[in-house]
């Protein structure tokens, strides 16, 4: 994989060679200007090496042995035939979370930090606030631990709507199953409402 400084090095290395040779008087041609070159060489080879990186979708994945991470999807039911009504659903089911929390977790609430279910990124995502126990008053001064939930709305392979769902603790090795309580409850709210929603498992319980 290429470093950033690689990168970089290899970039000004094209446009020297670009300028060293496309900047040569021709008779039969007309000298291109140094904008016309640098352009050139913009198009031609940083435009793929960006694309080439961009993800599959926006939801980064968890680690082969998080026990702080959970990565899932919800289906929805064939009745919600519209982006705009799974937005509307999961706006819904996340107004029903309580902010003292539940279970036991998420005493500090939560907040959602950026909606864009309706627009091309279809991605909501919202910051939920630890109980302080003892582990928060030793390690982290006393503060709530946050964790990080991104839904994004996409399709499965029979082009049901589904949400891709992330939902991660920024802090520690492991969050006893604070992720987890967080996305039964949520799942269970959509199970009333038809959707399919799998267990919810962190990546060191699934087989290999």
């Known amino acids: ?25 021709n008779a039969h041609t007309n000298v291109p200007t140094r904008r016309d070159v640098l352009g050139q060489a913009a198009s031609s080879f940083l435009a793929p090496l960006v694309i080439g990186t961009l993800p599959a979708n ?42 003292k929390g539940q279970a036991g977790v998420d005493c500090n609430g939560w907040k959602i930090v950026n909606d864009a279910l309706e627009s091309d990124a279809a991605i909501i995502t919202l910051e939920f606030k630890s109980c302080v126990g003892p582990a928060a008053l030793a390690i ?19 082009d049901k709507f589904k949400v891709n ?33 799998p267990d919810p498992k962190y990546p060191y319980e699934m087989s290999p």
């Open 1 to 25: 994989m290429m470093t950033s400084r690689s990168i970089v090095a290899t970039v000004v290395a094209v446009f020297l060679c670009i300028s060293a040779n496309a900047l040569v008087p």
């Open 58 to 99: 926006a939801l980064e994945g968890c680690g082969r042995a998080s026990h702080n991470c959970i990565r899932t999807a919800w289906v929805a039911p064939a009745s919600i035939t519209t982006p705009e009504g799974v937005a509307q659903t999961i706006r819904d089911v996340l107004n029903t979370y309580p902010q």
């Open 165 to 197: 769902v992330l939902s991660k603790s920024r802090m520690g090795s492991t969050d006893v199953s604070v992720n987890r309580k967080r996305l039964i409850y949520l799942g269970n709210q959509l199970k009333e409402k038809g959707w399919s929603v």
């Open 140 to 158: 982290n001064l006393g503060q709530p631990f946050i964790d990080d939930l991104k839904l994004e709305i996409g399709k499965d392979a029979s």
